[in-house]
């Protein structure tokens, strides 16, 4: 006979994995989608949900989930992350004591560790907020910008030159869509595999501008399949970014443990929690030993 809890439900670890497990299995699931994962859209609605974080004012972060309603939804920079949000609802039902702020977090985690990234360390803690707690437009970075512009929206959020340049092989992974962003096609050979491919491939292909109508980008002169956005370039140009592409470029290992700091940092942007660091977790993912 199943003896039901008293009180309410306190969510544990294995709570939590349970919620980790049916998204990875969900990702194995929908392999039709784009080149064949829904997880660099995943990171990237985790990431469009933090970096809207103020230092200053403490507004924006991952607290709230404040994506889900307009004006946020329907800003530019987040064109498309609703192919992500509507990935997630099924899972949010089955889990209903979950808020939508975790489980977009838990859900880039996830994505990472899928696709073979480092283990992402999380807490539970945020709780989704109402319409009014959107934050302005303009948060998020601009493609077409120089690297005043990074060192302006990074800093904002708190990070410094080494940190944006860290979480910026983010771009391993995924592409950019013309009816999203205007932009085309993907950074790596390996879009749904995280690898420092990014760093390698900014160092050395040759990059051009790339002949068409849509907005200015890069494409490599070799096969002319990749793309570079103005913003990946400057990250080259600069002497001080540069150092770090050149190092990430020569040790994956480098990498995966600067950026699986630096994203942890970010998924607790603006989040009231009431545990300390101590109290982070470690999920399971698929290729780990039972
Ligand atoms: Fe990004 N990104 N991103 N990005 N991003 C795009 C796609 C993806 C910028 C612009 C774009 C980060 C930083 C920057 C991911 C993760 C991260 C697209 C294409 C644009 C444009 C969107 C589309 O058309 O669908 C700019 C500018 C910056 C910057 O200035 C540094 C960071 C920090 C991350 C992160 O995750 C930590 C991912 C993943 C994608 C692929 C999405 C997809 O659907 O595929």
């Excluded at 702020?101 to 999380?122: K, R, Y």
Aim: proline share 6%; net charge negative; charged share 30%.
């Amino acid at each position: 006979k199943e003896v039901k809890p008293k009180g309410p439900f306190t969510p544990k670890f294995e709570d939590y994995q349970q919620v980790y497990n049916t998204v990875a299995k969900a990702l194995e699931e929908h392999d039709e989608y784009d080149d064949g994962s829904y997880g660099p859209v995943l990171l990237r609605l985790a990431w469009h949900a933090s970096g809207t974080y103020d230092k200053e004012t403490g507004t924006g972060g991952s607290n709230g989930a404040t994506m889900r309603f307009t004006p946020e939804g329907d800003h530019g920079a987040n064109a498309g992350l609703k192919a992500a949000r509507d990935f997630l609802d099924p899972i949010k039902e089955k889990f209903p004591w979950i808020s939508y702020s975790d489980l977009w977090i838990l859900s880039g985690i996830c994505a990472i560790q899928e696709m073979q990234g480092p283990h992402i360390p999380f807490r539970p803690g945020r709780t989704d907020r109402d319409v009014s707690f959107c934050t302005p437009d303009g948060r998020l970075p601009d493609a077409s910008q120089e690297q005043k512009h990074l060192r302006t929206i990074f800093g904002r959020m708190g990070f410094n030159d080494q940190e944006i340049v860290a979480l910026s092989g983010a771009h391993a992974l995924g592409r950019c869509h013309t009816d999203r962003s205007g932009y085309d096609g993907p950074w790596t050979f390996s879009p749904t595999t995280l690898t420092n491919d990014y760093y390698k491939l900014l160092i050395e292909e040759k990059w051009a501008w790339k002949k068409w109508s849509g907005p200015k980008q890069f494409e490599d002169v070799t096969t002319k399949s990749l793309m570079m956005l103005p913003t990946d370039m400057v990250l080259i140009k600069d002497k001080s970014f540069r150092q770090y592409v050149e190092k990430y470029a020569k040790d994956n290992d480098a990498f995966f443990k600067d950026f699986a700091d630096v994203v942890t940092r970010l998924f607790e942007l603006g989040v009231p929690f009431t545990t300390g660091e101590d109290a982070r977790w470690t999920f399971k993912s698929s290729f780990d030993e039972a």
